[in-house]
């Protein structure tokens, strides 16, 4: 059976798959993700993916999603949520498993997997974009990585007579700012919302300011990359039953839409990238 293997690096949990040709999830070893060093960071990635036992002689490809800057040649140049920099995870890799290796931003990797399998494959391109602590984002077309558009986070965007990125203002972590320059502290985007559904005046009146800059953000990114619907997932989107009809308001005529895969988009965007460049497309 061919295989490949993908893997899903995240700043808690490492994750190694035998993925096939159908995108069957055939094995998979979860591992906690080693922070603070680079040479223990790598040997975890080993050790998770040798768990997979001989399944690991039938891959024809390696590639994987990272939290972070990644260059052409899958060399990492920084993993803040993990602490370490510097890193040449596709190298690594490839000599330590003598298999073509690849590793490209997770945002990249998610959205291949909604580009390739399930709900939103039938879209002619997508980009997708995750709000948790910061604000990420991708773009596919045809089921492929376009341009490289995942600092899309870092547009910035006028508010109240001053320039911030957009994700200082918007991402869960922003959110806190962005209460606080209205004078309401908050602990985190979850207590935020708690605070809007209870009609909190000073909670409504950041609220809308949110709504109104996520907006503009969405109409920016439409106008510049034109895809058929942006597919959101992220923590902030715990709360999408509370904000996501006055946000698709916001943001017309851009279309937004729910992950379909979840927690699983990684891991198999990152499968889709390897069967991609072990066929050579």
């Known amino acids: 059976?061919?295989?490949?293997?993908?893997?899903?690096?995240?700043?808690?949990?490492?994750?190694?798959?035998?993925?096939?040709?159908?995108?069957?999830?055939?094995?998979?070893?979860?591992?906690?993700?080693?922070?603070?060093?680079?040479?223990?960071?790598?040997?975890?990635?080993?050790?998770?993916?040798?768990?997979?036992?001989d399944g690991i002689k039938e891959v024809k490809a390696i590639a994987g999603g990272v939290p972070g800057r990644v260059r052409h040649d899958g060399y990492v140049y920084a993993l803040p949520n993990v602490g370490v920099s510097e890193i040449p995870i596709?190298?690594?890799?490839?000599?330590?498993?003598?298999?073509?290796?690849?590793?490209?931003?997770?945002?990249?990797a998610a959205v291949l997997g909604e580009a390739n399998i399930g709900t939103w494959k039938s879209l002619s391109s997508i980009?997708?974009?995750?709000?948790?602590?910061?604000?990420?984002?991708?773009?596919?077309?045809?089921?492929?990585?376009?341009s490289s558009s995942y600092e899309a986070g870092h547009s910035v965007l006028p508010y109240e007579g001053k320039l911030y990125e957009f994700e200082h203002l918007c991402s869960g972590e922003g959110?806190?700012?962005?209460?606080?320059?209205?004078?309401?502290?908050?602990?985190?985007?979850?207590?935020?919302?708690?605070?809007?559904?209870?009609?909190?005046?000073?909670?409504?009146?950041t609220y809308r300011d949110w709504i109104a800059l996520f907006g503009k953000w969405f109409r920016m990114m439409d106008e510049a990359f034109a895809p058929e619907a942006f597919v959101l997932t992220g923590g902030v989107m715990k709360s999408a039953a509370l904000f996501l009809d006055d946000l698709r308001e916001a943001a017309r005529p851009a279309r937004l839409e729910k992950c379909a895969l979840g927690e699983e988009a990684g891991l198999l965007g990152a499968a889709a990238y390897a069967w991609q460049k072990a066929e050579g497309k």
């Open 90 to 108: 596709a190298s690594y890799l490839e000599e330590t498993f003598e298999r073509p290796s690849y590793i490209i931003n997770d945002a990249e």
């Open 175 to 205: 959110l806190r700012r962005l209460a606080h320059l209205n004078g309401l502290t908050i602990d985190s985007a979850r207590a935020f919302f708690g605070l809007v559904s209870e009609k909190d005046e000073r909670a409504l009146k």
């Open 1 to 53: 059976m061919e295989l490949v293997l993908a893997l899903d690096i995240g700043g808690t949990n490492t994750r190694a798959a035998l993925v096939d040709r159908d995108y069957n999830i055939k094995a998979v070893e979860i591992r906690p993700t080693i922070r603070g060093d680079k040479e223990a960071f790598l040997a975890n990635i080993r050790s998770t993916v040798e768990l997979l036992g």
């Open 127 to 146: 980009m997708f974009v995750t709000v948790s602590t910061g604000v990420g984002a991708a773009l596919a077309r045809g089921g492929r990585l376009v």
